[in-house]
Nanobody, 122 residues
């Protein structure tokens, strides 16, 4: 089992950058694929990015491709989401998730963090 805690959210102007972090506790972090999802008010939780166990394979939603970068440090039990060129439509609560296989759908992940708010002002 793994516990996840996100941090790094905040308020930023359009065009700015933020780096989200997800700290994992538990003995088996490096067996999980990791994902980032987000949920805006009144909307469904949606896929943002995912990374496999080794960090060699990544997936991105088209809406963030070229602007966001997911990475992981297995030695530190950390996953990151570097977000550049932020837009107001990126405003959402961002969630870190862990699952057994690399996936782009919510049901593919078994463990979730509590989320961190990202607000992008125009």
């Amino acid at each position: 089992q793994v516990q996840l805690v996100e941090s790094g959210g905040g308020l930023v102007q359009a065009g700015g950058s933020l780096r989200l972090s997800c700290a994992a506790s538990g003995r088996s972090f490096n067996v999980y694929a990791m994902g980032w999802f987000r949920q805006a008010p009144g909307k469904e939780r949606e896929f943002v990015a995912a990374i496999d166990v080794s960090g060699d394979t990544t997936y991105y939603d088209d809406s963030v491709k070229g602007r966001f970068t997911i990475s992981r440090d297995n030695a530190k039990n950390m996953v990151y989401l570097q977000m550049n060129s932020l837009k107001p439509e990126d405003t959402a609560v961002y969630y870190c998730a862990a699952g057994w296989v690399l996936d782009t759908i919510r049901s593919g992940y078994d463990y979730w963090g509590q989320g961190t708010q990202v607000t992008v002002s125009s």
